[in-house]
């Protein structure tokens, strides 16, 4: 079968490789439908922070039918379309057992502990299976996990009147303004240097864009001043900007994965009372965003940039990591089995 794998940092290759065999006990072999490029996998390939095994066929955004189950598996049955939870945790540290697996203190993510879904099929854990409607569309069930990455990120933010600012309208500050827009019942700013991407987000969320300078932002938070919002470009310079336009007793939401180390005047914190929150993966949201989707079709559909094929994927980490595309997510489609099979 066809697999997109990484072997090192910047070294990312399709390849035919063999299939996986029988699922071991509490595993399950799923035939790939659909799969989504997320920022983190970009981020891997260009530093390679989370390298754990190589080669290691990359993708943690997916969705799949079951082909078969190993021994002891009864959450799910040959047949069934699911989408995969991407946290891969120990259950046995003190983050575990209190519920907060996303904090697990040997956390790993599928893609990178154990293969994911960028093949014609994988393996995974049946404890990270989620069974989702066969009638949805492979290409919202395949942005299940984005979204809830996103949902947690929103539930981060304390709940405020005023307006609230999403700054980076890639995948997850484009589904967290999506949500915010359907949720948030002040004013939704988006800001993100894409004009086009921001312009996309724009029309399918109904949010304002907003330049992210004191003046531009003071003129759209007029009687509604900016008291959340959520970092999801992971910019060093974005977030310094973010700290600058946010209303004191304001919260930031950082989603994003950074590139640098941030220097700022912790007075800045202390006289503003600003909360700086780390929102990592997600906790306990992605069976709430699996019920979303049915809703949220339309416009998860409207976000995509484009579909590809596996081939296509080198090429496509490439084009993304040059920030160019208007859309949200690319997503990688298989080719559909002959009917019965």
């Known amino acids: 079968m066809k697999a997109v794998r990484l072997h090192g940092p910047g070294d990312l290759r399709v390849e035919d ?57 009864q959450t799910v049955a040959v047949g069934d379309r699911v989408v995969a939870d991407s946290r891969f945790w120990c259950g046995e540290c003190a983050q575990c057992i209190a519920g907060k697996r996303h904090l697990c203190a040997s956390l790993g993510f599928v893609g990178e502990v154990c293969d ?19 009638k949805l569309d492979e290409r919202v069930a395949a942005m299940a996990e984005p979204l809830a990455v996103a949902l947690h990120a929103v539930r981060r933010l304390p709940k405020t009147a005023g307006s609230v600012l999403v700054v980076g309208c890639g995948t997850i500050g484009g589904l967290a303004a999506l949500l915010l827009s359907r949720t948030f019942a002040g004013r939704v700013l988006i800001a993100d240097r894409n004009q086009a991407r921001c312009a996309r987000v724009a029309r399918v969320t109904g949010a304002t864009i907003v330049d992210l300078d004191r003046d531009a932002v ?46 700022i005047d912790p007075n800045i914190l202390v006289e503003r009372e600003i909360a700086l929150l780390g929102s990592h993966a997600f906790a306990g949201e ?24 596996l081939d296509e994927v080198p090429a496509a980490y490439e084009r993304l990591l040059a920030g160019q595309g208007d859309g949200l997510k690319t997503i990688i489609r298989m080719p559909r089995p002959a009917e019965g099979v």
């Open 116 to 134: 994911g879904g960028f093949a014609e099929q994988t393996v995974l854990p049946s404890r990270l299976l989620h069974v989702v409607d066969r």
């Open 17 to 73: 490789v063999l299939a996986p065999g029988a699922p071991d006990a509490g595993w399950v072999k799923l035939r790939v439908d659909a799969a989504g490029i997320c920022g983190s996998d970009l981020h891997n390939f260009r530093t390679g922070q989370w390298i754990s095994r190589s080669p290691s066929t990359a993708g943690h955004e997916l969705t799949g039918t079951v082909l078969a189950v190993g021994e002891g598996v």
């Open 286 to 309: 992605l069976p709430d965003a699996i019920r979303m989707l049915g809703e949220l079709s339309e416009p998860l559909i409207s976000l995509i940039d484009r579909e590809i094929g």
């Open 218 to 263: 003071a003129v759209a938070t007029a009687n509604a001043p900016l008291l959340a919002a959520i970092e999801a470009t992971g910019s060093i310079a974005a977030l310094a900007q973010l700290l600058d336009v946010l209303s004191p007793g304001g919260a930031v939401a950082l989603v994003g994965i950074f590139h640098g180390r941030l220097d």
